[in-house]
């Protein structure tokens, strides 16, 4: 006789500032964890790993855009002759939210297991297991660390057998990719998806050694690649869902080795066979040297660029070391990157030991001025559980805040030593508004309409970031479209507001910000309207759009300010080398 195991994963949101979980009608960024456990536990399915009498059925949630209804869940997944489930891709600040989902679950008798760099890191780079982990596992949640390629047979079994452990640990032993079961979620999981976006990873870990990292400590610094085989493979299934958005969420695809031949490969599908789709990319900001990588990058379908430009001032650079990023070939790499026609991001971290607000707001009006960057994205310094920088702290016994839901990068969750929190705050909101000023959208859309074709989307995209900060309260990365609150799913601990004071609190608040949403675009509205009816826009030019010489370089403000900070290493400006030297 068949019998039934239903498996249900959930990827957790996290709750915003007043205990909701955050919540979108369409959300913003896919889950690639979530694709990667859905598409093992596919394969698991599809080959009967718990034996030819056993149906592996499988559903998907997004908390980001759909509602965990717990009761119904329980009651759905009861009916079935055995369940389990899977809180996957748990990051740190989604670690309260994951145990309160849990909970639910467990009282009702249905094994839990949560994954995901906050356990991942954590376990790998502290020397006890955390609390919050001890804790979490008292209560009965299995603890998963690691990665699930060619383990999930196992971690099935135990869950269908009632024999899950408290803790599984991968951490030392990182699976090959080639060939490896393709990441892939339902389409209809998809289409809650802002522009139906979708991911995967072409490659796991990063040769590089930022120390406010968690990557490196989590999938290695030895990177390890899919091969073109396998991407064709991905796209291919995809497409017949009719879903042509993906994000690569290598951390930094300019170092997969295999690069330039999972582009060509791409190029071929895109212009020998007609398959339309588009990607956006993360990468370092040396890619640029890679000869073809850019055009072919924007060949193969790269839209958008996500790059750790992370900031303009080489001593916060060394102090993270991030010492792969040369300040002087920022503009350069940017330019490159707009003759392609490719939508440029940059994050942007506020908080390194010597900032201070002065210093800070110097440096954004110099990136305004020579640097063509599209958008730009600011994040608090944040010491991330299974980064160097928590380990140092923890072992140093530095205060972090205890509450994780904080750990956004939209939060101060440490003390600076040279600014008090409230300036380090201020200075966080303040360096939004400085950026995304009408002036210099109006600018932004003007080098956009003279060296690419997509100036009304990078209009929505920056208008689209300002009002995440400043109207919903939220890092543009989780901010989607139409926000969604429940009074029945608020953080525990917290009390539950009445019905009649939840509901029309809650309806005043939807209709002022639609109305701050329709207020922010029709303020911007205008400088987008100048741009178009430009006739001669495609003549214009800057200084930041203007190539420069090696003499005109040393005479650029962002040179002449860290003039005394640039290594004196080849290729530095010769003004920096000399200054080195007379010291």
């Not at 030819?52 to 855009?65: L, R």
């Not at 930022?210 to 299934?237: L, Y």
């Not at 490719?342 to 002065?358: E, N, R, S």
């Not at 009649?500 to 939807?510: D, G, N, Q, S």
Request: include cysteine; proline fraction near 5%; hydrophobic fraction near 40%.
């Amino acid at each position: 006789m068949s019998k039934r195991f239903a498996v249900l994963l959930i990827k957790p949101s996290h709750y915003d500032d007043e205990g909701y979980v955050i919540q979108w009608l369409r959300a913003p960024i896919p889950s690639n964890s979530l694709a990667s456990v859905f598409g093992l536990i596919k394969d698991c399915s599809e080959r009967k790993t718990l034996g030819h009498d056993v149906s592996i059925e499988i559903d998907v949630i997004d908390e980001t855009n759909t509602k965990v209804e717990t009761k119904k869940l329980i009651r759905d997944l009861k009916q079935a002759d055995g369940c389990f489930v899977g809180l996957v891709g748990v990051q740190t600040n989604q670690f309260p939210r994951a145990v309160d989902i849990a909970k639910d679950f467990i009282d009702a008798g249905i094994p839990v297991a949560a994954g995901g760099f906050h356990a991942a890191g954590s376990i790998a780079m502290l020397p006890d297991v955390p609390q919050e982990i001890l804790d979490a596992q008292k209560i009965g949640l299995s603890i998963y660390a690691g990665e699930a390629e060619g383990r999930m047979d196992a971690l099935l079994s135990d869950a269908w057998n009632g024999e899950l452990k408290p803790l599984y640990n991968f951490m030392k032993d990182l699976p090959h990719l080639e060939g490896a079961v393709q990441p892939i979620l339902p389409a209809d999981a998809v289409r809650k998806m802002a522009g139906a976006y979708t991911s995967f990873d072409a490659g796991r870990g990063c040769p590089f050694q930022c120390s406010f990292c968690t990557i490196i400590n989590v999938q290695g610094r030895k990177s390890r690649f899919r091969t073109p085989d396998d991407i064709e493979e991905i796209i291919r299934a995809n497409a017949a869902q009719n879903i042509r958005r993906f994000f690569i969420t290598d951390d930094d695809f300019a170092r997969n080795k295999n690069w330039e031949i999972i582009l060509d490969r791409l190029i071929y599908l895109r212009e020998e066979e007609g398959l339309k789709f588009k990607l956006t990319l993360q990468v370092d900001t040396l890619c640029y040297r890679l000869p073809g990588f850019i055009e072919k990058a924007a060949r193969a379908g790269c839209a958008r660029v996500f790059i750790g430009l992370e900031n303009i001032d080489p001593d916060a650079l060394t102090a993270a070391k991030k010492r792969q990023n040369k300040i002087w070939e920022y503009r350069k790499m940017l330019q490159a990157w707009k003759d392609a026609g490719v939508i440029t991001y940059a994050g942007y971290i506020l908080g390194f030991p010597d900032d201070t607000p002065q210093k800070i707001h110097r440096n954004i009006e110099i990136i305004k001025k020579e640097l063509p960057l599209d958008l730009i994205e600011f994040f608090f310094l944040t010491p991330l559980p299974g980064s160097e920088d928590h380990k140092v702290l923890a072992s140093k016994g530095v205060w972090m805040d205890p509450d994780f839901n904080k750990y956004d990068l939209n939060h101060r969750v440490t003390h600076h030593p040279k600014m008090t929190e409230q300036e380090w705050e201020q200075v966080y909101f303040d360096s939004w508004r400085q950026f995304y000023t009408p002036d210099h959208v109006e600018t932004v859309l003007r080098r956009d309409a003279a060296r690419g074709a997509r100036t009304k989307a990078l209009y929505s995209s920056m208008i689209h970031f300002l009002g995440a900060i400043l109207i919903e309260k939220v890092h543009p990365l989780e901010c989607g479209i139409v926000r969604r609150k429940h009074r029945n799913q608020r953080r525990s601990g917290m009390k539950l507001e009445h019905p009649l004071i939840f509901y029309p609190k809650r309806a005043v608040e939807a209709a002022f910000v639609a109305f701050s949403w329709a207020r922010l675009f029709l303020k911007f509205r205008p400088a987008l309207k100048r741009v178009l009816a430009d006739e001669n826009r495609k003549a214009y030019t800057d200084l930041a759009l203007t190539p420069t010489s090696d003499a005109e370089e040393e005479e650029m403000e962002l040179i002449q300010v860290f003039k005394e900070a640039i290594p004196n290493t080849h290729g530095a400006p010769e003004v920096a080398r000399k200054t080195v030297a007379a010291k």
